[in-house]
Nanobody
Framework: QVQLVESGGGLVQAGGSLRLSCAAS????????MGWFRQAPGKERVFVAG????????DYADSVKGRFTISRDNAKDTMYLEMNSLKPDDTAVYYC?????????????????WGQGTQVTVSS
C-alpha cells in the first residue's frame, strides 16, 4: 500500500502560481510512476501530468503544457506540481496518484493509489 497526501492548494488570482506537493509513505516511492489529476465541479477526473519513476520522463495534458511542471524527489518521497500562469479553467480539486509500475501513463485506470485531493481555485 502507498499512502498519498497532497498539500499546497489554495486561492490565487489568474496569472499567479502555486506549487502542489504530494508526500508518499508506505512502500518504496521510487518504484512507482506518479501522476497528477484534477476534477472540476460537475466534470470527470482528468489527467494533468505524469512522471516516470526516475523522473527522466514526463507527460502533460495539452491544456497545461508550458505552464505546469511535474517533478519528484525520491529521497524525500515527494512529488511536486509547479503551476504557473494559472487560469480560471484550472480551478479543480487536484489529486496525486501512484501506479504499480515505474512507467508513466496518462490513463486514469492505470493508477492504484490516490490522495484525498487539494482544492485549487483561480479567480479572474
Amino acid at each position: 500500500q502507498v499512502q498519498l497526501v497532497e498539500s499546497g492548494g489554495g486561492l490565487v488570482q489568474a496569472g499567479g502560481s502555486l506549487r502542489l506537493s504530494c508526500a508518499a509513505s508506505g512502500r518504496t516511492f521510487s518504484n512507482y510512476a506518479m501522476g497528477w489529476f484534477r476534477q472540476a465541479p460537475g466534470k470527470e477526473r482528468v489527467f494533468v501530468a505524469g512522471i516516470h519513476w526516475s523522473g527522466s520522463r514526463t507527460d502533460y495534458a495539452d491544456s497545461v503544457k508550458g505552464r505546469f511542471t511535474i517533478s519528484r524527489d525520491n529521497a524525500k518521497d515527494t512529488m511536486y506540481l509547479e503551476m504557473n500562469s494559472l487560469k480560471p479553467d484550472d480551478t479543480a480539486v487536484y489529486y496525486c496518484a501512484a501506479r504499480n509500475s515505474p512507467l508513466v501513463l496518462a490513463d486514469i485506470g492505470g493508477y492504484a493509489y490516490w490522495g484525498q485531493g487539494t482544492q485549487v481555485t483561480v479567480s479572474s
